[in-house]
């Protein structure tokens, strides 16, 4: 197994945090909004929608119910 072997072709956060944000964006919330329902700082779920932060399984749940879906939603395909 070479050093390339391990690399992922996509990083996972991204199409995580555009997930996140079309949902959001679909329910018509702000991140404020989202900010509000989960407890999280928007500047954090905004970092997350960009795929900057990997978010801990404790904030994808808070995510997910703040937004009214299941945590799987936020995952999509999983095909990343």
């Known amino acids: 197994m070479n050093q390339n072997d391990s690399v992922m072709p996509t990083d ?5 945090g555009l997930r996140v944000r079309k949902i959001r964006i679909q329910k018509k919330l702000t991140l404020e909004k989202l900010s509000e329902l989960t407890g999280l ?11 900057i932060r990997n978010p801990a399984l404790v ?22």
């Open 59 to 80: 904030s994808i749940v808070r995510i997910a119910r703040g937004l009214n879906v299941t945590p799987a939603k936020l995952f999509g395909s999983g095909r990343w």
């Open 41 to 51: 700082h928007a500047t954090y779920l905004g970092e997350i929608e960009r795929g």
């Open 12 to 16: 996972p956060r991204t199409p995580f």
